[in-house]
């Protein structure tokens, strides 16, 4: 029983912050388990009409991320409507909006995330989230809701279990990854930053990328 607690298993991952044709040519390719399409305010913001037209594209084993910071219930069912499979809500949305959001989605096919944005550690007095199937965390910034690049001390989250399975994002780089999986042990890694070049997906980084996931040997501290 012990030593299946400790056992580690490869995550899935989500590639971030798809907005065009060749960056779901690259995901097709190379086979994360989710596309995000950032709707909040971003250099890599993208509307309804754009994903509408994109996620037919996608394959059909990727699943189609919405990230939202604080944005209108109604908006995410249109988002929903789009083709939209998994609900991140990226901001400082609370319980009672995530219960409501619920009541309104009524599929079970349709996952809600919800991010905690660590600055240096997890407030002690903090609630559990009810409703939800992801537990994002993610490094907090004073000038943006994500996608910074930017990693935070994963030590705070080693051993630790939480209400719901632990998506990690980041700062995720191919070369972090295997420290990142071994001492969190995520259900998802998420990453945008650091698999872009001049602001856009870059081909041979996301293959390196979703590579090096697939191929972790976490048995092997090498
Ligand atoms: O990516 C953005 O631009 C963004 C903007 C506003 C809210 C959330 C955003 N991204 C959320 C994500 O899921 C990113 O993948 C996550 O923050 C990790 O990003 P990175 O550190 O760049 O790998």
């Not at 971030?16 to 388990?33: A, F, Q, T, V």
């Amino acid at each position: 029983m012990e030593r299946m607690r400790k056992m580690k298993t490869i995550p899935k991952v989500k590639i971030c912050g798809i907005r065009s044709m060749n960056d779901i040519e690259i995901l097709n390719e190379y086979r994360p388990d989710y596309c995000g399409f950032v709707f909040a305010e971003s250099k890599r913001k993208v509307g309804l009409t754009e994903v509408k037209e994109l996620i037919p594209y996608l394959q059909k084993e990727i699943l189609p991320v919405g990230v939202f910071v604080d944005q209108e219930i109604t908006f995410i069912m249109k988002a929903i409507e789009a083709g939209i499979k998994v609900v991140q809500l990226h901001g400082d949305e609370d319980q009672q909006f995530i219960n409501e959001l619920k009541i309104k989605i009524n599929n079970n096919q349709i996952s809600i995330w919800k991010v905690i944005r660590i600055n240096k550690e997890i407030a002690s007095d903090r609630e559990p989230y009810l409703n939800i199937n992801g537990l994002i965390f993610d490094k907090y910034s004073a000038v943006a809701y994500g996608g910074t690049g930017v990693a935070f001390n994963w030590d705070i989250l080693s051993g630790k279990t939480f209400e719901a399975p632990i998506v990690l994002a980041g700062g995720l780089t191919a070369d972090n990854l295997k420290d990142a999986v071994r001492i969190v042990n995520p259900f998802c890694v998420d990453v945008s930053s650091s698999v872009e070049t001049h602001g856009y997906k870059d081909k041979e980084k996301v293959k390196v990328f979703v590579k090096k996931l697939k191929s972790l040997n976490l048995f092997n501290s090498q």
